[in-house]
């Protein structure tokens, strides 16, 4: 595998082509953003460890027969993955309340909700990425109602098996977003996961181990995603880029 020609820069990771049409190198940042880029800043080694957090999570859902784009791991900050055409609808999975949908419906944080809850997000930074339904997702043509059922069924599902999984390593599920693309005519989930796309909770206190960090000024980013990380290998403080 030869890294070639850049493709594409987001907020979290930059898209390199490789020597293999069907193949691109994701290279993770350590830029954080929030609030549509509003704020931003630069946290050493988040990149590396969004990388490592990642695989790890797309490798334990390929175990459990979830399609993914990742293939393998190429350095600290890059894995080798599907060339996907993205499907600009993010599907956001929820189990209790919190962030925006407790602004919206009024529902305090933290309450648990009674039933999983689906909701769907067109993927545009510059309209702030609406919520949007089915039926816009139809009108504009964005997935066929075959792909959005697959998107809904592994979402779930992907839900099913990371809710007990993390739950043994004293982290509750609290929500999380998904992107699914497009590859040989199949639906594969894509992008990260990782706490920039997921909220993580300590089971015991309570306390935040994800973006939420970040975005209220809460400080401690980078230590609270390293100790996910420890929680998910089962080992010491994970060792980074630059450490020995």
């Known amino acids: 595998m030869q890294k070639k020609d850049f493709l594409y820069e987001g907020k979290a990771k930059i898209i390199y082509r490789t020597d293999d049409p069907v193949h691109v ?16 800043d630069r946290l050493e080694d988040k990149g590396v460890l969004n990388n490592r957090l990642s695989a790890h999570f797309f490798s334990l859902l390929e175990q459990h027969g979830i399609n993914t784009h990742y293939i393998k791991t190429i350095s600290d900050r890059e894995m080798l993955v599907k060339s996907l ?23 305090p944080e933290k309450t648990e909700l009674k ?12 309209l702030h990425d609406p919520m949007i339904n089915h039926y816009h997702i139809y009108a504009m043509d964005l997935a066929k109602p075959e792909e959005m059922a697959e998107m809904e069924r592994v979402a779930l599902k992907v839900n099913e098996i990371l809710v007990p999984y993390l739950k043994d ?23 990260e996961i990782s706490p920039d796309t997921c909220r993580f909770w300590d089971s015991s206190s309570g306390e935040k181990m994800d973006k939420d960090r970040f975005r209220r000024d ?3 980013v980078v230590e609270a995603y390293r100790e996910v990380l420890r929680r998910l290998e089962g080992g010491e403080n994970p060792a980074v880029e630059g450490e020995s």
């Open 85 to 107: 055409e993205i499907i600009p609808v993010e599907v956001i999975v929820r189990n209790i309340a919190a962030g925006s949908l407790s602004k919206r419906l009024g529902i």
């Open 218 to 220: 809460m400080g401690g």
């Open 169 to 191: 390593k004293n982290i509750v599920l609290v929500d999380f977003k998904l992107e699914f693309g497009r590859h040989n005519g199949e639906i594969v989930l894509g992008d």
């Open 25 to 40: 190198l994701v290279e993770f940042k350590d830029d954080a953003t929030a609030f549509d880029g509003v704020k931003k």
């Open 115 to 126: 039933k999983t809850v689906l909701e769907f997000s067109l993927k545009d930074d510059e």
